[in-house]
């Protein structure tokens, strides 16, 4: 089943303790991006890439890293994790183009409710 | 730059009542437009979209057309379920070499029996 697969779902830290969210999706995806979903805030995007080795910043990039070393993973590093970074992160991807059958229509992975204490 | 401004809710309908979500745009270049869904506890998930001017996107009985002059997408349904509760995202994408997808704020929807 073509899908994104995020892990985990739900996770309680605390402050500064690091942590990964893993994202994966087995369509050959080029594009991949992270987003949190915050109350009256809407869908904000984090980081996104188009491409393996290549990212790029979004709209609230502070306090998050990611990494594209392989074009299936895209995984979501918070360094040093604080209160204002609870949140539902969301991991999405699609293939680029013009055209074609499916492009450019993202395809979401269930969510990672993440709260940090 | 490019955005989505879409109609703020929450927005509570009886069963069987029309629903308007309004949904407008800014955009260079020729955008693809879309209406995302996420139902309780899950994903976003595609609802329907539309590539060019006078599209008409549909899906499970909700419609959108892409209008060019008026650079909106507004979503209908002309008889809601309870089932549609969610929250419905309006999204563009234009294609070039940077970052290509940008979302509104998301409106929420309770139809209630």
């Known amino acids: 089943e073509a899908q994104v697969t995020q892990n985990p779902r739900y996770l309680i830290t605390v402050t500064g303790k690091k942590l990964t969210v893993t994202c994966s999706q087995n369509m050959n995806h080029e594009y991949m991006s992270w987003y949190r979903q915050d109350p009256g805030l809407g869908l904000r995007q984090i980081y996104y890439?188009?491409?393996?080795?290549?990212?790029d910043k979004g709209d609230v990039p502070e306090g998050y890293k990611v990494s594209r070393k392989e074009k299936r993973n895209f995984p979501l590093i918070l360094e040093s994790p604080s209160p204002n970074q609870t949140s539902l992160y969301f991991c999405a991807s699609t293939k680029r183009g013009t055209g074609l059958s499916g492009a450019n229509v993202l395809t979401f992975g269930a969510g990672s409710r993440l709260t940090v204490l | 730059g490019d955005s989505v401004t879409q109609m703020e809710g929450p927005v509570t309908l009886s069963e069987e009542a029309f629903l308007t979500i309004n949904c407008t745009y800014t955009a260079t270049g020729y955008p693809s437009l879309f209406w995302y869904v996420q139902y309780p506890g899950e994903g976003l998930q595609l609802l329907l979209k539309?590539?060019?001017?006078?599209d008409k996107g549909s899906n499970k009985g909700f419609e959108a057309t892409y209008r060019k002059e008026t650079t909106s997408f507004h979503l209908e349904k002309g008889s809601v379920q309870v089932s549609d509760s969610a929250v419905y995202f309006c999204a563009l994408s234009v294609p070039r070499t940077g970052n290509q997808f940008y979302f509104g704020t998301g409106t929420s929807l309770t139809v209630i029996p």
């Open positions: 539309a590539t060019k001017a006078d």
């Open positions: 890439s188009m491409n393996v080795e290549v990212t």
